[in-house]
Every structure is written in structure tokens, then in C-alpha cells.
């Protein structure tokens, strides 16, 4: 395996999707998933300190975000498509058991499939949930709208249908980092489908399922009111339901826990050492 500063790249097939990512490290498998609109460099924020201290360390691109193929439909980016892709990823890298850690989209995608697969799970990391059992119609225009935006005018045209943080403190850093993550993607159309596609798939029937996962669980939440679609409380009740779980958060006023790779990756890491 590759050190810590040197991934190895991959492509692997599932289905006739081409995924790409790369991987880094020896010892427990830790598989880290992204969320919407995002690739695999934004769920640590490319830090290395998994792989540094001991943790075999995959980060991957979702069918058509990053540089991953697009799927052959223009609706197949329902959240089954997106736990299809992981079990492919798991069997092509030779993972019999690892640790599944993913932001917003890429939380609800680890613990769908370790609803259906909780043997090949030593651990789930689910930072900022969103999924709280419903899809409501009633929020599924601003998608649309980012989705229209992206398809019509690039970068900038989702720049200007998303709705910026009102806190003027975090407004500019914010938008020059949906900037940057847009600009990563080879298929901004692809992108476009998911938009449309992933909010309104359901990634589990119902809360009550996470009631009995036997599976030990870190979920991170934040307090950060500039980005209402992932409410802490969403969080505070995955902590609540799920059998083996603890809730870690930032500090009052601080910044969000999932913005800084390398204290979360710290907490992760320590997480799978005395789970």
C-alpha cells in the first residue's frame, strides 16, 4: 500500500459505472463518503492523519460527481444506485469489513447499506445528517433551481441560484468554496441529475430501522445555523436511536467539527480505537 502522502489511484467497475478514488495506508479499512455536489477530497478535508497513523484509508468519487463516469440514466442516482456503487467498491478492493464514515449524502448512503449489510461494518462515522425519514415536496424546488442553475450556467449559474450563508462572517469563504468543489467535477450535467434525483430518494424506510443497528456509531453534528439543511437535531436523534452511538459537536460559536479535516479524522481515529 502507499504512504500517507502518496495515494494509490483506482477505478473499479459497478455496473457499467466507471468510479475513481484512491486509497492510502495499512491496518483497518476506513471508506469515506461525500456528500452532494461534493467529490472525495471534502469529507476530511484531504487531510492524511488516517492514513498516517495506521488506518487503510479509501476515498472515492460517486457516480457522476469528481471524476467518476456519469450513470447511464439520467435517474439513476437514487440512493439503492449509490449503496449498489459501495458493495462494488467493498468487493473490488477485497474489503470483507470497514469502517464507513460519510458527509450529509455519503452518511445516509454508509448507513443504508449497513442497514442491509451489518457484517461487513465495523463502524459507521455520520457527519451532518439531513435525512430525518421524509422527503418533503415542499424543498424540492431549491434543488431544482441549483440543478437548472448548474446545467445552464456552470459554476457561476449555480452560484447564483444557491442561497449563500446570511452570516456575513462565513458568506465569502463559503462561496469561494462552492466555487472550488464545483469546479472539480468532469460531468457538472451529471450533477445536475443527481441534484434532482438524490432529494428525493430515501435512503431507509424510517428512523425506527436505526434502532436495531448493532453497529458502533460516531455521529457528528453542528450547531452551525448558516446551513439549515443539516440541523443538529437530525443529528442529536440519529445519536438517540442508534444502539452504540455517541454524538460529538463543536463547542458553542466554534467552527463546525465537519469542516476541519484533521480534527475530525483525529476524532474518527480515535473512535475505531476504543470501539
Same mark, same amino acid.
Given at each position: 500500500?502507499?504512504?500517507?502522502?502518496?495515494?494509490?489511484?483506482?477505478?473499479?467497475?459497478?455496473?457499467?459505472?466507471?468510479?475513481?478514488?484512491?486509497?492510502?495506508?495499512?491496518?483497518?479499512?476506513?471508506?469515506?463518503?461525500?456528500?452532494?455536489?461534493?467529490?472525495?477530497?471534502?469529507?476530511?478535508?484531504?487531510?492524511?492523519?488516517?492514513?498516517?497513523?495506521?488506518?487503510?484509508?479509501?476515498?472515492?468519487?460517486?457516480?457522476?460527481?469528481?471524476?467518476?463516469?456519469?450513470?447511464?440514466?439520467?435517474?439513476?442516482?437514487?440512493?439503492?444506485?449509490?449503496?449498489?456503487?459501495?458493495?462494488?467498491?467493498? %468487493?473490488?478492493?477485497?474489503? =470483507?469489513?470497514?469502517?464507513?464514515?460519510?458527509?450529509?449524502?455519503?452518511?445516509?448512503?454508509?448507513?443504508?447499506?449497513?442497514?442491509?449489510?451489518? %457484517?461487513?461494518?465495523?463502524?459507521?462515522?455520520?457527519?451532518?445528517?439531513?435525512?430525518?425519514?421524509?422527503?418533503?415536496?415542499?424543498?424540492?424546488?431549491?434543488?431544482?433551481?441549483?440543478?437548472?442553475?448548474?446545467?445552464?450556467?456552470?459554476? =457561476?449559474?449555480?452560484?447564483?441560484?444557491?442561497?449563500?450563508?446570511?452570516?456575513?462572517?462565513?458568506?465569502?469563504?463559503?462561496?469561494?468554496?462552492?466555487?472550488?468543489?464545483?469546479?472539480?467535477?468532469?460531468?457538472?450535467?451529471?450533477?445536475?441529475?443527481?441534484?434532482?434525483?438524490?432529494?428525493?430518494?430515501?435512503?431507509?424506510?424510517?428512523?425506527?430501522?436505526?434502532?436495531?443497528?448493532?453497529?458502533?456509531?460516531?455521529?457528528?453534528?453542528?450547531?452551525?445555523?448558516?446551513?439549515?439543511?443539516?440541523?443538529?437535531?437530525?443529528?442529536? =436523534?440519529?445519536?438517540?436511536?442508534?444502539?452504540?452511538?455517541?454524538?460529538?459537536? =463543536?463547542?458553542?460559536?466554534?467552527?463546525?467539527?465537519?469542516?476541519?479535516?484533521?480534527?475530525?479524522?483525529?476524532?474518527?481515529?480515535?473512535?475505531?480505537?476504543?470501539?
Amino acid at each position: 500500500m502507499t504512504d500517507a502522502n502518496n495515494p494509490l489511484q483506482f477505478e473499479l467497475k459497478s455496473g457499467s459505472v466507471t468510479l475513481r478514488g484512491e486509497q492510502a495506508g495499512d491496518g483497518e479499512a476506513v471508506v469515506l463518503l461525500h456528500g452532494l455536489t461534493a467529490t472525495r477530497r471534502y469529507v476530511v478535508m484531504g487531510s492524511r492523519y488516517l492514513p498516517s497513523h495506521g488506518r487503510r484509508t479509501v476515498a472515492y468519487d460517486a457516480r457522476g460527481h469528481g471524476e467518476s463516469d456519469p450513470a447511464g440514466e439520467h435517474d439513476a442516482y437514487e440512493y439503492s444506485d449509490l449503496v449498489a456503487d459501495l458493495g462494488s467498491l467493498l %468487493e473490488e478492493l477485497g474489503l =470483507e469489513r470497514a469502517m464507513l464514515a460519510g458527509a450529509s449524502m455519503g452518511a445516509h448512503t454508509a448507513l443504508a447499506y449497513a442497514l442491509a449489510h451489518p %457484517e461487513r461494518v465495523s463502524g459507521l462515522g455520520l457527519i451532518t445528517p439531513a435525512f430525518d425519514g421524509h422527503v418533503r415536496e415542499e424543498g424540492l424546488g431549491e434543488w431544482d433551481a441549483l440543478a437548472d442553475g448548474l446545467e445552464r450556467g456552470g459554476v =457561476e449559474g449555480f452560484v447564483e441560484a444557491w442561497t449563500p450563508p446570511a452570516d456575513e462572517r462565513w458568506r465569502e469563504t463559503a462561496t469561494i468554496v462552492v466555487r472550488q468543489r464545483l469546479a472539480r467535477h468532469r460531468h457538472p450535467k451529471a450533477v445536475a441529475d443527481a441534484l434532482r434525483v438524490v432529494p428525493r430518494s430515501k435512503p431507509f424506510d424510517s428512523l425506527d430501522q436505526l434502532e436495531e443497528l448493532d453497529v458502533p456509531a460516531l455521529v457528528v453534528g453542528s450547531r452551525d445555523e448558516s446551513d439549515p439543511g443539516h440541523p443538529f437535531a437530525v443529528a442529536e =436523534e440519529y445519536a438517540r436511536r442508534l444502539p452504540r452511538a455517541r454524538l460529538l459537536v =463543536e463547542e458553542p460559536g466554534k467552527s463546525p467539527l465537519a469542516w476541519q479535516g484533521a480534527q475530525l479524522s483525529r476524532a474518527i481515529d480515535e473512535f475505531l480505537t476504543v470501539s
